[in-house]
């Protein structure tokens, strides 16, 4: 209420008749609201005044001026006045209400008959020049009139504006007018429009209002007109009109709370699940990782003392496989120094002898096993670490260049696809450049092609392995789409849904099951996304979605 001063009255701007039907429906339908209390809630920010049509004095506003169609105010009082009576009844469709039967002020009875003698593209002019009537600070241009479609622009001058009850308001009285006109089928929708979306130098045009209806025909129209303004008739109309609107409005009211309430429950129970997933995450990384990783390096450490015994540079078991020799060299000496017979030595001490040396070469092939799964087991937990330490990481910014990674990777395994008989092959760009950490981008391509070499173990003998990665811009040019696709067996489609979360894997005796879920973190740090389609024994193609570059959008 910027253009309020406590020495002058508010602009005239705004028909009181904006108010009238405000304070009778709100007096019918809630009473608890006090227009009272709203004005002097208003008040509080400025005074708010008006000149008495009858004596010229300057007095405050009360409710009687706001139901007395002779009184102006200004857009700034009447938008807070409109946002003080949404804030007490928070029904995102009260306005809507309030528009959608605000014809029945006595104001406005004239305006409405003979409404269905005119025609739609007739009451779409006259609602439009109506509606300018009553408020000075709006315009309204009609861009498109034909029978059952209309479009109406509401634009408003420069220092003025409108609010989102405002424009529901209107909303429904272009519904209420249609309904009067006999239409049928009225779908009336509305968006705000940028300056830019403007034709020519037209400024602050705010609101498009998108109108289709199904028109009437002769007869229904003159049904309108006649029987409809029999009093009594007119009366059980308008009743069951207003009954009907009510219950649709209810229930469409009813729908849009469950349809909001469902969807914030499926987005707080996505979050929950989500937050359940990271705290996982974090206490497999963290604590549980942690712990063991410590277990099997200390273990590790003693099977070290045991590999280098007594710092002679052999294990502990070949330490023992030498005692056996020189037990044996020994035995041999002093069977020939004292004339000991050989047989009773060869039947009493040889078995015994050689059963060391048998536990000791098994000790030591044991020994080297609990080494490999050691070992294993500390690149696990290592893994577990890493990918729990993801959800610390921040996105890189130095520019990577998606096909040169590419191209090191089909370097760097050209051994071991040439051994698989897989033929990898690159397509598409020669260069496409992401803003990301080169290792981030490399993890998530080494994964998804290491996946995809795995697979292509399932491929018979003698039949095609292939590896294609095509890399291309997407439709928008503001982003790279990269697929990753290979001849394998495929995935199962009960597996999809549970092929990016962490510790699921189709190979439980190789896998940890973490490398997609690297998959679908890196990619998600970047703003990109990854999905999946398979086809078993065609195909399955994995594909990335990453933002180019601003070097590539210029």
Not at 20 to 31: A, G, T, V
Not at 414 to 443: M, N, P, W
Request: with cysteine.
């Amino acid at each position: 209420m910027s253009n309020l001063s406590p020495a002058h009255p508010m602009a005239k701007q705004c028909s009181a008749l904006n108010t009238f039907w405000l304070i009778k429906y709100l007096s019918r339908h809630h009473p608890e609201v006090s227009v009272g209390e709203i004005l002097d809630q208003l008040a509080q920010k400025g005074p708010l005044l008006v000149e008495n049509i009858h004596t010229g004095r300057l007095e405050a506003v009360t409710q009687d001026h706001l139901t007395n169609p002779d009184y102006w105010f200004s857009n700034d009082f009447i938008l807070a006045l409109y946002d003080a009576v949404q804030q007490r009844v928070p029904d995102p469709r009260l306005f809507y209400r309030m528009g959608r039967t605000s014809y029945r002020a006595q104001q406005l009875i004239k305006t409405a008959i003979g409404i269905p003698l005119l025609g739609g593209e007739k009451v779409v002019a006259k609602v439009s020049h109506e509606a300018s009537k009553f408020n000075r600070t709006r315009r309204y241009a009609i861009l498109k009139n034909i029978p059952g479609h209309a479009l109406i622009e509401m634009s408003h001058i420069p220092g003025a504006a409108f609010s989102d009850p405002v424009v529901r308001w209107h909303q429904g009285m272009f519904a209420a007018y249609a309904r009067l006109l006999g239409a049928t089928e009225v779908d009336i929708a509305y968006r705000y429009l940028q300056k830019e979306d403007c034709p020519g130098d037209r400024e602050q045009v705010v609101c498009r209002f998108d109108i289709r209806y199904t028109p009437p025909n002769l007869l229904r129209r003159l049904f309108q007109v006649f029987i409809g303004n029999i009093p009594f008739v007119k009366k059980i109309i308008e009743d069951a009109d207003l009954i009907q609107l009510e219950q649709k409005e209810q229930i469409l009211n009813r729908d849009q709370i469950i349809r909001e309430r469902t969807e914030k429950i499926s987005q707080l129970q996505e979050e929950v699940a989500a937050a359940e997933r990271q705290l996982l995450e974090q206490s497999m990384g963290g604590g549980f990782a942690h712990e063991m990783r410590n277990a099997l390096a200390g273990a590790l450490l003693e099977l070290k003392a045991y590999r280098n015994y007594r710092n002679q540079d052999q294990s502990a078991a070949q330490v023992l496989e030498q005692a056996v020799v020189q037990l044996f060299t020994a035995i041999d000496r002093l069977q020939l120094q004292y004339q000991l017979p050989a047989d009773e030595i060869g039947r009493e001490v040889l078995p015994w002898v050689e059963t060391i040396a048998r536990l000791a070469s098994e000790l030591g092939d044991t020994m080297e096993g609990v080494r490999a799964d050691i070992e294993r087991g500390l690149a696990i937990t290592r893994e577990i670490q890493d990918y729990a330490a993801l959800n610390q990481r921040s996105p890189g910014q130095d520019e990577v260049d998606l096909v040169a990674v590419l191209h090191h990777y089909g370097r760097k395994f050209a051994g071991q696809l040439k051994e698989q008989a897989t033929t990898f092959r690159l397509e598409g760009c020669e260069q496409a450049t992401v803003l990301a950490d080169q290792g981030h981008i490399y993890s998530i391509f080494s994964n998804l092609l290491n996946n995809a070499r795995e697979s292509l173990a399932g491929v018979s003998v003698g039949q095609e392995r292939r590896i294609v990665v095509r890399v291309e811009p997407s439709t928008d040019k503001k982003h790279y789409q990269i697929r990753v696709s290979d001849n394998g067996p495929g995935i199962a489609p009960e597996q999809e849904e549970m092929l990016f979360q962490p510790f699921y894997t189709t190979k439980p005796a190789t896998g940890t099951g973490l490398g997609l879920g690297v998959v679908a973190k890196l990619t998600s740090l970047y703003q990109g996304e990854v999905t999946l389609s398979s086809c078993p024994h065609q195909e399955t193609t994995f594909t990335i979605i990453l933002p180019a570059a601003p070097s590539e959008l210029s």
